[in-house]
């Protein structure tokens, strides 16, 4: 009993193609974004190295060069808050087209799964019909389970976020604080 004909394996084989060579495509557009990313992380440090050095180097007193640097942590501390927001940003992208192409593939891959098991059923001797329904149940329970795990895993991405917000803000205003804390000291 032959359960697949030739262009049902030209066609699976013509569908996993195209799904290599959309990973391959979306696993490119997210190293794009994250070198676009770093290379405007790189200009503006540089800007700012340079700034800062020339700043650093009209300071003639104590107190103007730890107010100079207060800021520059503070200032510091907000640019990795902002570049760490950019590339999650980039990477739950990519994860979410990732899942979305995945479930995509599941959802062929189940339809293909569910002709072949009617395929059998239908050619399948007198008294199989248990047999076929223990394989639809593992079927659905399968379902069930990936289901489960996207939902979690979508739910880990969003606490993932949210997390990531609050330590941002957190050490970004901690070293705010600590720059003008600072500066406030060398004044007195």
Same mark, same amino acid.
């Given at each position: 009993?032959?359960?697949?004909?030739?262009?049902?394996? =030209?066609?699976?084989?013509?569908?996993?193609?195209?799904?290599?060579?959309?990973?391959? !495509?979306?696993?490119?557009?997210?190293?794009?974004?994250?070198?676009?990313?770093?290379?405007? &992380?790189?200009? &503006? !440090?540089?800007?700012?190295?340079?700034?800062?050095a020339l700043k650093a180097l009209s300071v003639n007193d104590?107190?103007?060069?730890?107010?100079?640097?207060?800021?520059?942590?503070?200032?510091?501390? %907000?640019?990795?808050?902002?570049?760490?927001?950019?590339?999650?940003?980039?990477?739950? &992208?990519?994860?979410?087209?990732?899942?979305?192409?995945?479930?995509?593939?599941? %959802?062929?891959?189940?339809?293909?799964?569910?002709?072949?098991?009617?395929?059998?059923?239908?050619?399948?001797?007198?008294?199989?019909?248990?047999?076929?329904?223990?394989?639809?149940?593992?079927?659905?329970?399968?379902? =069930?389970?990936?289901? =489960?795990?996207?939902?979690?895993?979508?739910?880990?991405?969003?606490?993932?976020?949210?997390?990531?917000?609050?330590?941002? !803000?957190? &050490?970004?205003?901690?070293?705010?604080? =600590?720059?003008?804390?600072?500066?406030?000291?060398?004044?007195?």
């Open positions: 009993m032959n359960l697949l004909t030739t262009e049902q394996i =030209t066609a699976a084989q013509k569908a996993n193609l195209e799904t290599a060579c959309g990973l391959t !495509t979306r696993v490119v557009e997210g190293i794009e974004r994250l070198a676009e990313l770093n290379l405007k &992380a790189i200009r &503006a !440090t540089l800007a700012e190295t340079q700034q800062t104590p107190q103007a060069w730890f107010a100079l640097q207060g800021a520059l942590v503070a200032q510091s501390a %907000e640019k990795v808050q902002l570049y760490s927001r950019d590339l999650f940003k980039i990477v739950s &992208a990519a994860q979410g087209e990732f899942a979305q192409l995945a479930q995509t593939q599941y %959802e062929a891959y189940n339809r293909r799964v569910q002709t072949l098991i009617d395929d059998v059923a239908r050619s399948a001797p007198a008294g199989s019909e248990a047999a076929v329904a223990g394989w639809k149940s593992a079927i659905g329970a399968t379902h =069930t389970l990936i289901e =489960t795990l996207q939902r979690a895993s979508q739910q880990t991405v969003q606490v993932a976020e949210s997390s990531l917000d609050v330590v941002a !803000t957190a &050490a970004s205003k901690t070293a705010q604080r =600590t720059a003008e804390q600072t500066s406030a000291a060398l004044r007195r």
